[in-house]
Every structure is written in structure tokens, then in C-alpha cells.
Nanobody, 123 residues
Framework: QVYLVETGGGSVQAGGSLTLYCAADSRYNMTSMAWFRQAPGKQREAVAGYCDDGRTAYAEALKGRFTISRGQRSKILSSEMKFLKPEDTGMYYC??????????????????WGQGTQVTVSS
């Protein structure tokens, strides 16, 4: 069962930009979506979260470089990533849920997950 499909990953040089997209299966009425990432050999960490009530949340270390939004009609989640660094390299996963969690950056609050899209930043 495919709940979420991520696109937009790729390779970029340090200082460059990428925008990730995540499309959700509309049958599951996800009101909250988020991005998490995992680098090789490291634990998964939160990137940014979004709720249809307008709330957004960003990992402290990424504030100012990442912007998350969701299309009102398309419901596609977008995450614009600027000034990318080699340490931003990893697999980026989209997550979603029907009810917005209190903590948009807590992975346990999300029920549905995508397969991930790779982001590679070279120095």
C-alpha cells in the first residue's frame, strides 16, 4: 500500500537548493505531514512539520534554510531547502497522519510513511 510519494530529491553542490514534494493518498485525509531524514549510520531526525491549521515546525538546526508548505487545492507538501550543506545528505522521508500531533516533529505521531527520496550534497 502506497500512502505517500516523495519526489524532488537529487544531487546538488553545497550552497545549492532543492525542493522536495510529497503527494498523499487522498483517501486517508491526512491533515498533518512532515519530513524526516536519515543519514547513513545515523538515526532518523525531524526536518519540518506542517498542520492544516496553519502550524509549522522546524528542527532548530534547520531554521532559516528549510521552508515547508502545502498546496490548498493540490494538498501536495513542499519543502524548499536552501544553502544546502554536505551534512544535509540523506534519505528524506515524508510522513502523514489524519490528526495533527501536538509535536509536529515527533515521528511517533505519524501513521503513514513514504519510501523516501535521496538528497546528496557534495562539497
Amino acid at each position: 500500500q502506497v500512502y505517500l510519494v516523495e519526489t524532488g530529491g537529487g544531487s546538488v553542490q553545497a550552497g545549492g537548493s532543492l525542493t522536495l514534494y510529497c503527494a498523499a493518498d487522498s483517501r486517508y485525509n491526512m491533515t498533518s505531514m512532515a519530513w524526516f531524514r536519515q543519514a547513513p549510520g545515523k538515526q532518523r531526525e525531524a526536518v519540518a512539520g506542517y498542520c492544516d491549521d496553519g502550524r509549522t515546525a522546524y528542527a532548530e538546526a534547520l531554521k532559516g534554510r528549510f521552508t515547508i508548505s502545502r498546496g490548498q487545492r493540490s494538498k501536495i507538501l513542499s519543502s524548499e531547502m536552501k544553502f544546502l550543506k554536505p551534512e544535509d545528505t540523506g534519505m528524506y522521508y515524508c510522513a502523514g497522519t489524519r490528526i495533527c500531533p501536538l509535536d509536529l516533529l515527533d515521528s511517533t505521531g505519524y501513521s503513514y510513511w513514504g519510501q523516501g527520496t535521496q538528497v546528496t550534497v557534495s562539497s
